[in-house]
Every structure is written in C-alpha cells, then in structure tokens.
C-alpha cells in the first residue's frame, strides 16, 4: 500500500476503488463502493457482534465479524470491472448480485476499506499540547493501478471528562442477554453510537481530509462530513483499556 | 424471547460477583488437581470434575470484571470521582458490595491464617487444622 503524506483525503469521492490483485500479478479487479454512511457503518458494527453461551464447561463463541462485512459489501458495492460472466453479460446484471463475486474478494475489498490503523507520531519527541492528537494511516482508494493509496490523517480531540471515559468505557462493555440468565446467550451491543457521539463532543480539529477539494476545518463541518468508521476508530484510541492487573477479582477473594 | 440488560440485573450481578469469588477461592485446589490430572491417566475425567461455579451466561462475569477491574479501581484510586458515575454503575457496585458480604457469610475467615472457608461452619482451614493438632500432641508428649 502506498502511503500518501502531503495529498488531501477526499471524504466525498463519489466512488472509492479497491483493487485486488492476482497472485501472479498479472490481473487486477477493481470493486468501486459508494460513499459510506453513518447507517452502514452503524449496520456493520451491530452485526459484527458476537454471541457467547456456555456449554457444558465451555464457552462457545460465534463471531459476526464476516457475516458483518459481506453485508457492508451488499449495502456499499455499486459495481466491479475485472471479473468475467459466460455471455459477457455485466455481473450486476445477474440476480445474484452481488454473491457471483467470490467471497473471499469481496471480504478482502471490505478489508482494505476497513484497515484504518494507528501511524506513529510524527514527532515522538514533541511536548504534548492541549489536545489529544491521534493520527491514522487511511487506506481510501486506489492510487497507482493495484495499490490502494494510504493517506496519513490526524484527529484532535479534547480531553475527555471522567464521565465520558465511563460512557465509553460502559458502552464497550455492555452486554445482553437473550433466552434467561441462565442458559440465555450473551450478546455484545454495539457501542457505535456512544463512539460517534463522543466523537462529535470531543474533536477539535482534522487535518488530512477535505471536503468538495478544500481541507476540511471546523466542528460543524467536520461532525457532518467525517466517515462514520474513522470517527469510532479515531476516538476509541482516547479511551484504553485500564491496566487489568491492577484489580482483579482474585485479590478481592483474598 | 426474554432479554435481560445485564447492568440493571442486580440480583444477577451480585451472583455472578459471588461465583468469581468462590473461584477465585478453590483456584488453589483446582490447581492442585491440574497438575495432578496432567500426570494421571484418567486425566479427562479429573479435569471434567473440577468444581464448577458459574452458573450464569457468560456476559454476567464480564460485567463483574469491569465492574471490579474499571469502575470500582478507578473510584476507590481517585483517579474519577464517584459523581461522574450514571445509574447502572452504582447498581452494580452496590450488587458487589452485597456479594461481597454474602461472600464472607458464606465463607468466614479461618481463625488462624484469615484465609476464607469452604465451609461456613468450620473455624479452621485443612492447614490450620492440622497444625494444631501436631501442636497439641506435641504438648501431650
């Protein structure tokens, strides 16, 4: 992937390409997805949820992680180039749309869209300011033919208050459980509209992004324009997961 | 279906914070019988009878964990103030509290060592038990 430093990330695109590449190098198919919305990334992040029973003495687990992103893919896809029918026909055109894609391409084209991870400070030397920055490595589209291009982006948050660690916190952990408390199943529930709308309380500022070619400045503009997934990625970095060993159930036993 | 929110469930909480503690109390003798097992031929069957007390889904000790590992460690530190806490949080720190008490009924501390026992009508651990009976005999000799 290439990583791209000085070029602006268009949240607007009106199509965002991935490329994947034959082993041999020789072909490349391009899926092109439709701008995501809050309801698809809110969709996925419902579905994604797993569920835990006991059985016996073990614990099964079922994750909806794939079942979660083949349906992103259903909502986003608009259409693929690279990929053959018998007649010539286009695959859009079948009435499995977009299942004749193999699944294991359109997993790896939700992958690539999804990617979004945490990139090294720029300067690991520099005092810390009054914000929180978080800075991203976004995977967005493809650039240079098979690679998907990389853009470094920067989040600035306020620091959170303790109440809104314990929001965050409480809605990462809160669970359900269907069927009895007994030998119910417990189903995560998903904390994106907590992540999303501490997102929308705590960012400052964005740098990397742009909107209609112009950077993107501004709270109001920036709460209505960020992509949904950034959002919950970006502000989960300012919530950890509190030292575990520091209290355990064991010394409370004790 | 009947779905239960596990953070208002208090009565499920404090059970579930009960069964962790009494675990956490046999891991000792679990222990004990892993290393043994893993010498043993019967080794499945030893394992299949370590005791066992979770009687809850899953979730309910996950909610412990964070009650206990996040909330209650962030509050008693004074890394956040207790104010700042919302409704559920304080159900289920008020459900700790009591499975602590019920806890300590259940299993008193043993007169000599303080270490919690199995049996609420006991006084003494296995350890201490003996240690005094070697004691006494001792002072028969």
Known sequence: MAEEKSELLQLDLAERAVPIVSRDRKKIARHFFRRLTAKDVAEYFARRNGELRREKQNLSVEDGDAEAKLHLYRQAITRVEGYATADGSDPRDSKAWPENIRSDHRMAAIDALLSVSRAEAEDEFAALGEFIEVPLNAPWTEGRPGEIKVFRVVHRFRTPTDAQTFRCRRALNRKIVVGGSREGMTRTVTPFATLVALYDELIESVEGYAVAGQPLTGHEAIVREMDAYHKAESVLWLFPNPDAGAASVEQNAA | ?141
Request: with cysteine.
């Open chain 2, 1 to 141: 279906m009947e779905t239960i929110e596990i953070a208002a469930d208090e009565a499920g909480i404090r059970q579930a914070a009960v069964e962790l503690l009494e675990e956490a109390m046999d891991a000792p003798e679990r222990e004990r019988i892993r290393q043994h097992a893993a010498m043993a031929a019967n080794a499945e069957r030893m394992l299949a009878e370590l005791p066992q007390r979770r009687t809850l889904s899953p979730g309910y000790y996950d909610w412990v964990r964070y009650l206990i590992e996040e909330v209650e460690f962030r509050v008693d530190r004074g890394l956040a103030a207790s104010a700042t806490l919302d409704a559920k949080d304080v159900l289920g720190l008020r459900a700790l509290h009591k499975a602590r008490a019920e806890f300590q009924e259940k299993h008193p501390a043993c007169r000599g060592c303080g270490k919690n026992l199995p049996d609420a009508s006991a006084r003494y651990c296995r350890d201490c038990e003996h240690a005094r009976w070697e004691a006494e005999m001792r002072a028969r000799r």
